[in-house]
């Protein structure tokens, strides 16, 4: 779980290094800067004094003191002059700058707040945007936990346009329904057999194999998935496969590394490896969902995927409304559907693996 999205006080938050929004001086102020201070008791302030001030857009970094944390990174935002004056800039170096600090003293674990968008006047739904492209850019490469911690969520702004399609989504489909019966009209609409790919030896399924190289007959489930010979998906793959065996078949069908599924699936190496080396392991819900967007699973695709794990989507469950939203639409940012998420107090993808 590399993301997410978080309501809390920054101050409580257990992790390598928490993020200051402070002010050049480094000697404590208003909002997130002075309850830092507080929090982390007299000796911080000792040390920020030792270490001359901090240009808007650098970052400095002290030890955490009386904080659940480590390390206390100290970065300046710009203040809110219309975006005019380089702003944007100066407000993403902030966020590199403390990523390449959190780098340098091995931090696995880093949480911020959203910097400069309280006394500043940084318009807070940009301030969320930039913040959340810079933890998308800095994850491609790197392994952290990242937080991004709102203290009142009430006082923030989100996307009104996405919120108001998904409020409509919400509305038309939210019904309390069962839509298991979805799942199912999917499910019989597919045959049982399909051409497996030539390459099997990335993954040991103990699949029997005729001449012609289909599944044979007498070994067949009633749902399979395969790849043809195009890599397009065609179908699940057996029931009877580990979830690991599964989720490689679907990787090499969408010619994706592992590496480039878990970043994008929003899982951490550490899950990735239990999936891959746990043969017992099996499935939440929330990790095939999350292995789904990061696959691009169309909404067949997914119930079918779902449907294979044990799980279906639900139109009862506000939860499975809002992915079915953005699976239905093509959208698989998972940062912005975690932002939804996190919006309508659903749990965010990638958190409950």
Known sequence: MPFQIICNDITKIECDAIVNAANKSLLGGGGVDGAIHRAAGRELLEECKTLGGCETGDAKITKGYKLPSKYIIH???????????????????CYRRSFELALQY???????PLISAGVYGYPK???????????????????MQVFIVVFDKNAFEFDSFLHDNVSSYIEDNYTGKDASKNSDKFAASFKRLYDLPSAVSRYDSG??????????ASYAPSVSFCISTNNKIRDLIVLDDAFAVKLLKLIDAKGMTDVECYKKA???????????????????KATVLCFAIALELNLRETNLLLKSAGYALSDSILFDVIIEYFISNGDYDIFVINETLFEFDQPCLGVLL
């Open 207 to 216: 699949v029997q194999f005729d001449s012609e190289c289909r599944v044979m």
């Open 266 to 284: 929003n899982v951490s190496r550490q899950t990735w490896y239990k999936i891959m080396n746990d043969k017992e392991y099996k499935p939440s």
């Open 106 to 112: 091995n931090c696995e674990s880093i949480a911020f």
């Open 75 to 93: 970065t300046v935002g710009p203040v809110w002059h219309g975006g005019r004056f380089g702003e944007e800039q100066l407000l993403r170096s």
């Open 125 to 143: 739904q940009e301030a969320f945007e930039i913040a959340l492209e810079e933890t998308k850019e800095f994850l491609k490469d790197n392994e």
